[in-house]
């Protein structure tokens, strides 16, 4: 009988169509997409620290409400991936545990400090560009729940890139120290944002059984190139240079070369000793902890309404 | 989140003339604030929009094609149930 | 006779205001209670900033020096912002923030719907459009007063000193400002005395409603109007002005 509910899957995949909630999977399938789906949403929440970091002081009310508008978004795509996962089984609340505890992890990327202005535009520009060349692939990834986040929050993406891009290009044409400052950002955005789609491979040794089960449709080399070919010719339409001494078109390949990635830091990073690892969780767990009182608040609210006038299970608005 | 706000399944008809589609999920404590959540998470700052949000638990479904003995065939949840599974700690990363 | 240095005047006291309080509003995101509410308080920032930035380019307009939404917000000191002091508290506890948005909402929609029927076509269309946004503000606040009210015996306590700490501001609202009662006698602006009645009337029953108390305090001395502040104002606007003024003149 499992042979025939493993076959059933095999053929979903085999002709690309969709795994949905009431589908057989095997068990290492469901696993592997709780943790994937769980660490993007979370680095969509922990993503809005470091740019929210900028809102009170961005310099003009055009960025500073677009900025508000990105942050918010990302509180929402979080909110689509944590629904997306729930359909496997799983309680926000515990992944949010899981996030607190460290068991679950979030992109390493935002455990950079957003130092400048500019670090908000090469925030748009570089790490969501990364994000959204691994999120265009991930729309057709096999799980439907997640595919259909995958779509929604796409369209929302597009729009965050562009205005990180308009930032530092606004800057790049600015003053000398608006100039230096577009510069810099780039500077020591760069080589995260590479680090972001992973290392080589060759070193990810699950990345097959990803692949097969169409989670992942890429290598994280495939869609590094990707990026790298993608933003090259925007940074130098901005007339800023990349930290890459290595970097220059292969004619024979027909992309660009780039310099040798150090590794060593994306690990100490990833196992914590980044520079805003331990802020980004403090922050994250007060803001969980000192809601504690709202969020009861508002269950032992509804209890005691419900017990008043019934179970109150839909409400309209037309 | 079933733990204290529990699950609300919403279904929005962007424009006269469509029918109402699954958007998703919001948590919250009760319907009122499910269909304020369900307005600012899925149609946001749009006007005229319908809204429906409707208990997950009270959903009933069936999808035949949809293959999991777990799943009896009629009058059964949308989704899994998260008490009968725990957690996978050991999983691959991305 | 109505000058426009006076519409300029009345608009730059509603868009300091929104700016204010979106100024304020922006600090809960990602400190939000839950994530469902980062998302609900950065739609309001969004509404009051929006209202804003139309308050301040119509009363840079109408000023007629060439000043823009930024110059204003950016380039005018502690002494010449004329927003009402509730919008400039910091408020630390959710129950203190839902409290100030209960009343700073409730009067923006007492305010609005009245100035809808505004002579002057700017104005009015501004509040056609801030009436839809500010009532589900108050809406928001609302629902979360009857729930911080009628919820645990910590929230009833915590929403209950929020209201507290928050009520000598509200009788500021409501103070006939001679800018505002010139412009209302010629059809333009509001008289803000006259919306103390239906405001009152709306909070009392959400208050009741919540099983919380109308807090018995006495109104604090206020001033915003005329540039007079409480210490807060200058903190908010040194962190929300500090990097314009760093490079004056530059585009952003």
Known sequence: ?318 | MSRDWPLWEVFVRSRRGLSHIHAGSVHAPDAQMALRNARDLYTRRQEGVSIWVVSSSAITASSPDEKDPFFAPAADKAYRHPTFYDIPSEVQTL | MITQPALAGYALQLGDDALVMAQRLGEWVSRAPELEEDVALANIALDLLGQARALLAYAGEMEGHGRTEDDLAYFRDEREFTNLQIAELACGDFGEAIARQLAFSGYQFELYQRLQDSRDETLAAVAAKAVKEVAYHRDHATQWTLRLGDGTEESHRRMQAGLTRVWPYTDEMFRTDPLGQALAADGRAVDAAELRPAWAEYVTAVLREATLTWPETAAAPGGGRQGLHTEQLGHLLAEMQYLARCHPGARW
């Open chain 1, 1 to 318: 009988m499992e042979s025939d509910l493993a076959a059933g899957f095999e053929r979903l995949l085999n002709t690309d169509q969709r795994i949905e909630p009431r589908d057989w999977m095997p068990e290492a399938y469901r696993a592997t997409l709780i943790r994937q789906i769980a660490q993007h949403a979370h680095s969509e929440i922990i993503g809005m620290q470091p740019e929210g970091n900028w809102i009170s002081r961005a310099p003009s009310l055009r960025r500073k409400a677009t900025l508000i508008a990105k942050v918010q978004d990302e509180a929402g795509h979080g909110l689509y991936l944590y629904g997306a996962c729930e359909t496997l089984g799983v309680d926000r609340a515990d992944l949010l545990d899981l996030l607190h505890s460290g068991q679950q992890k979030y992109s390493s990327i935002f455990n950079y400090p957003t130092l400048s202005w500019a670090d908000i535009g090469a925030v748009g520009w570089l790490v969501d560009g990364a994000a959204i060349t691994n999120q265009v692939a991930l729309c057709r990834c096999s799980y439907g729940p997640y595919a259909r986040a995958m779509v929604r929050i796409c369209k929302e993406e597009s729009f965050h890139q562009r205005q990180g891009f308009d930032i530092l290009n606004t800057l790049a044409h600015g003053t000398p120290a608006q100039q230096a400052m577009a510069q810099d950002a780039v500077d020591r955005w760069w080589w995260p944002s590479l680090m972001m789609f992973g290392p080589p491979d060759d070193a990810s040794p699950h990345s097959a059984q990803s692949m097969a089960w169409r989670i992942k449709r890429h290598s994280n080399d495939e869609l590094r190139q990707k990026f790298v070919d993608i933003t090259v010719p925007q940074a130098a339409a901005a007339g800023l240079s990349l930290p890459d001494p290595e970097l220059r078109w292969n004619e024979q390949r027909g992309h660009y070369d780039i310099g040798p990635i150090d590794w060593a830091e994306f690990w100490r990073v990833v196992k914590g000793d980044g520079p805003c690892n331990r802020q980004r969780m403090e922050r994250r767990v007060q803001a969980h902890e000192e809601g504690r009182w709202v969020r009861e608040a508002a269950v032992a609210h509804a209890a005691k309404h419900s017990k008043r006038s019934g179970a109150d299970q839909a409400g309209t608005a037309a």
